[in-house]
């Protein structure tokens, strides 16, 4: 199979994988890209945030158009996610590359723990209706979600580790967005995946442009890959609606157990 | 689900035009460099870390890939200024305050990749 039809076939996975869980598809993308086609890790970093823009753009419109996205929300942990993506590289010039990968396991493992058990306990009647009432597109006031105005300031500085994520590992920063989101503000995790979605893209642009600008992200394997990620994107943000939430949950536990292993690894020197 | 406001359709309007848009037009760029680079006349290949602005100012199938890959980056700034607009409309000024954030230090981050990434010459 030609190399193009790879790369292709590797965007359309990654772009529907992670619109689906908020995540951009950058957890996806880097280790195909090292791992699969031999490409150094800048290069591949570089590939990684240009794809995840096209997964957010991608599926954003239709989230945004249907409501699904809360762009309220969104932008304001965007202003700490992007401050973090911007200052990933000075925080990785003070802290030795294996403490931080030891504390984003910790942090990650910590997460996917308390997701499990969320997982766990069966859901009850109240949640459920109080996840169904919840509309991301109401203006502040009496009926806005209770999450926008439920602890902001942690969930601002959390985002801000979010953008550090994305920065100093060339993803999209949903990793922690989503879970920062559902968990600690307490959004619904449909909200949660759809809104991560939408910001992603403004994550990864601010640090895209010196990569770009560099002559980091090689037109050739860029292009195959980034047309494969908008369609598997769009296709995904149409038929996220009829995937059921604990599908959704035990996805992104996967993943989050998945990075927890490669940060341990990384942080006990073994990659 | 409420009915949406005026401002709220608005805002999504903002926020949507861009995104649909600007992805169209990206990935039709994108696309057509592809295509000319695999059905067209072998060009030489770009070498490796060559800046941007030398990969379109070479001209061929790369240059318009470039082009269209620069257009992609530029839809979340797009986006971001979207919101700016449209929250300084409806005057919810804590959300006016994030997008403008946002787009102000995505603006920042492409003019340093620009001035300082770019060739000289």
Redesign the interface.
Known sequence: MPT?LLLFLSGLAAGAFGGLLGLGGGILIVPILTIGFGVPIT?AAGVSL?SV??T???G??FN??N?RAD??IG??L??GT??GA?TGGVIAGILPDRVLAGLFAALLGYTAVTMGRRLLRRPTARDAEADAIV?P????GP?APVYRTHRTGPGIGLSFVAGNVSGLLGVGGGVVVVPLMHLVLGAPLTVATATSNFMI??T???????Y?????????L???M??GV?IGASFQARVANRIPTTALRLAFIVVLVYVTYEMTLRALGAT | MSRPTADEDRLATLLTLPLRVGTLAAVVLVAIGFLLSWLGPPEPAVKAHTPLVETIMSGGAAAVTSIGLLLLTLVPLAVAVGAVIGFWRSGERRYLVGSAVVAGLLVASLLVSLLLLAPST
């Open positions: 193009e290069a240009v823009i096209a957010s753009a991608g954003a419109a945004v158009r409501a762009v309220r932008m304001l965007a202003a992007v401050v911007l509309d597109s109401a203006v502040d009926g893209g403004m990864a642009a601010a640090g895209a442009y010196a770009l600008f560099r002559g980091d992200v090689d037109p050739t860029a292009a195959p980034v047309i908008v």
